[in-house]
T-cell receptor, first 111, second 113 residues
Framework: QKEVEQNSGPLSVPEGAIASLNCTYSDRGSQSFFWYRQYSGKSPELIMS????GDKEDGRFTAQLNKASQYVSLLIRDSQPSDSATYLCAVNAAAGNKLTFGGGTRVLVKP | EPEVTQTPSHQVTQMGQEVILRCVPISNHLYFYWYRQILGQKVEFLVSFYNNEISEKSEIFDDQFSVERPDGSNFTLKIRSTKLEDSAMYFC???????????FGSGTQLSVL
């Protein structure tokens, strides 16, 4: 069973601070990694994709991938109350074409 | 900005009835998917579809489920003989290529009574 694990939270951060989210995955052959944001009752919205080891920055978001450690993370800088949501880590396995989602980390940004 | 559209947004049905959930993927995308999310649980993969056939399906996607691309734009999920445990949010998604990012529709909330 290929698993994607996340701390469920809630992760509470003050406005303007950095939120750090972590995700581990079990399938060593995984090739594509994604972070989605999901507001309550809404669909997942893509924030970041990362395919190779290292960091990838997009605005206030930075994704980090370490395939040797089977670990992917997301940093949210200058957190805003509108960033309060559940962040889903999703991994695409080497074989096949499906995303396996983690359970999500709930983030609360307090003004 | 192109988006995946799903209809209806809410569907209420009686146990044992058949439902069809509809999706219009992004027009230049080649891969189509259905996922579901039971309230409070993970987003779960159901099926992927490419070149007019199923490319992969999960254990959830048994004979009760079927997918179809009846024309050049629509992509449907049929659930036969619905059960109480089929109650969930069903998301359609599409991607341009294999292993590329998926774009999700707004979902259909299915309630089986």
């Amino acid at each position: 069973q290929k698993e994607v694990e996340q701390n469920s939270g809630p992760l509470s951060v003050p406005e303007g601070a950095i939120a750090s989210l972590n995700c581990t995955y079990s399938d060593r052959g995984s090739q594509s990694f994604f972070w989605y944001r999901q507001y309550s009752g809404k669909s997942p919205e893509l924030i970041m994709s990362i395919y190779s080891n290292g960091d990838k920055e997009d605005g206030r978001f930075t994704a980090q991938l370490n395939k040797a450690s089977q670990y992917v993370s997301l940093l949210i800088r200058d957190s805003q109350p509108s960033d309060s949501a559940t962040y889903l880590c999703a991994v695409n396995a080497a074989a096949g074409n499906k995303l396996t989602f983690g359970g999500g980390t709930r983030v609360l940004v307090k003004p | 900005e192109p988006e995946v559209t799903q209809t209806p947004s809410h569907q209420v049905t009686q146990m044992g009835q058949e439902v069809i959930l509809r999706c219009v993927p992004i027009s230049n995308h080649l891969y189509f998917y259905w996922y579901r999310q039971i309230l409070g649980q993970k987003v779960e993969f159901l099926v992927s579809f490419y070149n007019n056939e199923i490319s992969e399906k999960s254990e959830i996607f048994d004979d009760q489920f079927s997918v179809e691309r009846p024309d050049g734009s629509n992509f449907t999920l049929k659930i036969r003989s619905t059960k109480l445990e089929d109650s969930a949010m069903y998301f359609c998604a599409s991607s341009r290529q294999l292993n590329e990012k998926l774009f999700f529709g707004s979902g259909t909330q299915l309630s089986v009574l």
